[in-house]
């Protein structure tokens, strides 16, 4: 054990000798910090004496400067910080034998009155004090913030008490899931909730997680997209649907990725991939004005505008503009093979066309889109539930929105018939054969669902991790996840 656990525990045994209950069930916060601050930080010294203003608060001390028979503590209640102030002759001798007793870490109730010290800061001098809880540890780096990333991460509860930024990006979070989904509802959207365990693992290309049940007898993927349940409700009739939760896949862990991720989907009938593409520009403006104070964002030391409208660029143009490779060459796959071969390591190679055009794309694009950009009519090698373009039959109706160098949206026009949509599932299953583990598996139950007529569609998934890192300026994914997947210390 500790040196300053052991003390500390033995502060708990005087507490509790002095008759004081060391973990109390409840305590009555009548006034939290901020609105003390907000009431009372403008009245004079003089107006605070006359008025003679009573609250009860409580907090984490994060500061004690002891002066013999009196002392200065500040408390923080994870909104905002405060001084208190105590004196011998103010209290009870109980309380101030509590008082002694405290440590910095320690969360503490306060009744008392409102004053200001002669440097005018607002104070409250203290007539009862509650102990609520003892903390066996002091805080990190004495209040001047938990630097160690990989400590922030893994006790992200002292990453909260002492990094403002850490709860700011929480706060953030949380306003811009808010807007979406005010932003939907005052669309007619119906929020849904579908399966987190599949039979089958699909509507995405990514490798799943295999969970077992017991009493099933049978292994299931935890999803990796919830695509193809929310395209079974638009066959339902539900015209307008999304959902905000969490998919998985079993990928590497990077400043990008996640293994737990969350995703929204949204879905509409007698729509296309134009139509989405519109309505993110429009859902993007909201937020603009919710969440920022210009229509600008600083990401990596650059200034980024996310004014719509965004520039739109075709797939394959831009991997031959920044490749050199002739946008013919890249659909012959065995130009494009040889030119792979001729430029990256044997060991990078891929082992189809779908995937040989991704890493194009990875390798040569991907960095440069860093104005948003929305990349259109991806190949059919690599988009198995979108529509075919009605303009090259190669190409599909889909397109994914860039921003800072990442995907951050990706939509397209649903691919409803389901003759089609076999023919491309079986495609995957070559691709799989092949070497591709993560092509998609055919589902025969979502094909039986088309079979009974889906509606034009458009859908669309926006990962809203990323979406925080661009509006918090975060450059790590693990910055705006509260609790992320981290590697073993061992």
């Known amino acids: 054990m500790e040196e300053h656990t052991k003390i500390r525990l033995e502060k708990i045994e005087k507490i509790s000798e002095l008759g004081i209950e060391c973990y109390p069930y409840e305590f009555d916060v009548k006034d939290n910090l901020f609105e003390i601050k907000e009431n009372y930080s403008e009245l004079t010294r003089e107006d605070l004496e006359d008025k003679n203003i009573g609250v009860k608060t409580a907090g984490r001390i994060i500061s004690i400067r002891k002066m013999g ?42 009744s008392g009155t409102l004053f200001k010290t002669q440097s005018a800061e607002l104070t409250i001098v203290v007539s009862d004090l509650t102990f609520l809880a003892k903390s066996l540890h002091p805080l ?36 811009i899931i808010q807007n979406i989904r005010m932003f939907f509802y005052e669309k007619s959207y119906v929020e849904v909730e579908t399966p987190m365990m599949h039979p089958i693992a699909g509507g995405a290309t990514a490798k799943p997680f295999i969970t077992h049940h017991n009493s099933l007898s049978r292994d299931l993927f ?84 996310m004014k719509a409208p965004f520039r739109k660029a075709k797939y394959m143009e831009l991997i031959s503009d920044k490749s050199g490779v002739p946008i013919e ?44 950009t929305f990349v259109t009519y991806y190949p059919k090698a690599i988009s198995p539930l979108s529509k075919e373009s009605r303009l090259d039959k190669r190409e599909t109706e889909r397109f994914e929105l860039f921003i800072a160098g990442m995907e951050i949206a990706n939509g397209f026009s649903e691919l409803n018939d389901p003759v089609e949509q076999r023919k491309r599932f079986e495609s995957q299953v070559k691709d799989r054969e092949k070497g591709d583990d993560e092509a998609q598996a055919v589902d025969n139950d979502f094909l039986r669902a088309l079979e009974h007529g889906m509606a034009p569609a458009a859908g669309e998934g926006i990962g809203i991790d990323r979406l925080v890192m661009l509006y918090t300026g975060a450059e790590n994914i693990k910055e705006v996840i509260l609790f992320p997947t981290l590697r073993s210390k061992e």
């Open 329 to 372: 060459d890249l659909w012959n796959e065995k130009k494009l093979l040889t030119f792979i071969k001729g430029n990256f390591n044997k060991e990078d190679i891929p082992p189809t066309f779908g995937k040989m055009l991704d890493l194009m794309f990875d390798h040569y694009v991907e960095k440069h889109l860093i104005e948003p």
């Open 69 to 110: 028979k009196s002392a200065f503590i500040h408390i923080f209640d994870g909104e905002e910080k405060l001084q208190i102030y105590i004196r011998k002759d103010k209290v009870d001798e109980k309380v101030f034998a509590l008082f002694k007793l405290l440590d910095i870490a320690d969360i503490i109730g306060i």
């Open 140 to 175: 990190p780096e004495k209040w001047h913030g938990l630097q160690d990333k990989e400590l922030r991460f893994r006790q992200r509860y002292l990453d909260l008490i002492v990094n403002e930024s850490s709860r700011k990006i929480v706060k953030t979070r949380s306003e």
């Open 222 to 305: 935890l999803r990796i997209a919830p695509e193809l349940y929310l395209k079974r409700l638009l066959v339902g009739g539900m015209s307008k649907v999304f959902e905000i939760n969490r998919n998985f896949r079993n990928e590497g862990i990077s400043m990008m990725h996640n293994p737990e991720f969350t995703m929204l989907e949204f879905y509409e009938l007698y729509k296309d991939f134009n139509y989405y593409m519109n309505l993110t520009e429009d859902l993007i403006t909201v937020l603009n004005e919710k969440i920022l104070e210009s229509n600008e964002i600083e990401f990596q030391d650059k200034k980024i505008s």
